[in-house]
């Protein structure tokens, strides 16, 4: 399998996920006949400015689809990202996705672009907490607070209308802009920033592999194209590469 052969032969290959290597964990993605977004209008319920104007709205909805997210247990698709790292074929992954199924699932090396909303912080003091350290706070607050402060809580995840943090964006550009290979799986790529890298891995000539159940606008420009769930085709091409020479 050329694929295998190319993550073989890779020595910095990095993982690009979206919500559908999830889609097997029970996760709904967001775009498409069946997405979250197809439900939900993303600028009026999960928008920098909506969590500004009406907290309370916000977190009604950030609780409804929250804990499905907390609950999630890592796919197939997920372990095969973690054979791939132990094999020393992967990298990093780089996720778009806030279910922390990647770590989870025990990959080491992992960069969350847009938050992971197992984290909750404080707008005002800047605390941290583990969303499961405060449950109580999350299930009995209508706008959670903080423990020390009294400032509102806020889920830690990238908001339409926020910017991806700094050193975070720094650290996935590094790691993409010097990939030989780069892996895109379950993700529609119609979200700025990651949907730039595939070119930014082309500029140091780094092989696109896409992995997707649907055709995107980004076949074409990928070196090769996998159209299948994440959670069949990954273990296949980590079976290929155990027994390839
Ligand atoms: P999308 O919902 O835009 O795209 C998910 C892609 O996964 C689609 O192209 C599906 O065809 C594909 N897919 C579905 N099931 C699959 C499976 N079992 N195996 C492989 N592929 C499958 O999700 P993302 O690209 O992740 O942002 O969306 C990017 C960002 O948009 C998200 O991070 C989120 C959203 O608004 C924030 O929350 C900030």
């Known amino acids: 399998m050329a694929i295998a052969h190319e993550f073989k032969h890779a020595r910095r290959a990095v993982a690009l996920t979206g919500a559908g290597i999830s889609a097997e964990s029970g996760l709904g993605t967001f775009r498409g006949r069946d997405g979250l977004w197809?439900?939900?209008d993303p600028a009026v319920v999960a928008s920098i400015e909506s969590f500004n104007q009406n907290p309370r709205k916000f977190w009604e909805f950030a609780r409804d689809i929250g804990w499905k997210f907390l609950e999630a247990k890592p796919n197939a698709a997920h372990i095969a990202l973690v054979e791939l790292e132990a094999m020393k074929h992967l990298h990093c992954v780089v996720t778009q996705n806030i279910d922390g199924l990647h770590q989870r699932a025990g990959n080491k090396s992992v960069i969350e672009i847009h938050g992971n909303i197992g984290r909750v912080n404080c707008t005002m003091c800047a605390t941290t907490y583990a969303a499961e350290n405060i449950v109580d706070s999350l299930v009995?607050?209508?706008?959670?607070?903080c423990q020390r402060c009294g400032g509102t809580l806020?889920?830690?995840?990238v908001l339409f209308g926020e910017e991806i943090p700094k050193?975070?964006?720094?650290?996935?550009?590094?790691r993409v802009r010097s990939a030989d290979v780069l892996?895109?799986?379950g993700t529609s790529l119609e979200v700025y920033r990651a949907s730039s890298f595939p070119e930014l891995a082309k500029e140091n000539h780094a092989k696109v592999i896409s992995i997707n159940m649907e055709r995107t606008r980004?076949?074409?420009?990928s070196d090769y194209?996998?159209?299948g769930s994440a959670a069949d085709v990954l273990p296949r091409i980590v079976q290929a590469i155990r027994i390839s020479f």
């Open 225 to 227: 194209q996998v159209h």
């Open 218 to 221: 980004w076949d074409d420009f």
């Open 38 to 40: 197809s439900r939900y």
């Open 183 to 185: 892996l895109t799986v």
């Open 167 to 174: 050193k975070t964006l720094a650290e996935a550009l590094k």
């Open 140 to 145: 009995q607050q209508d706008v959670p607070t």
């Open 154 to 157: 806020k889920p830690d995840v």
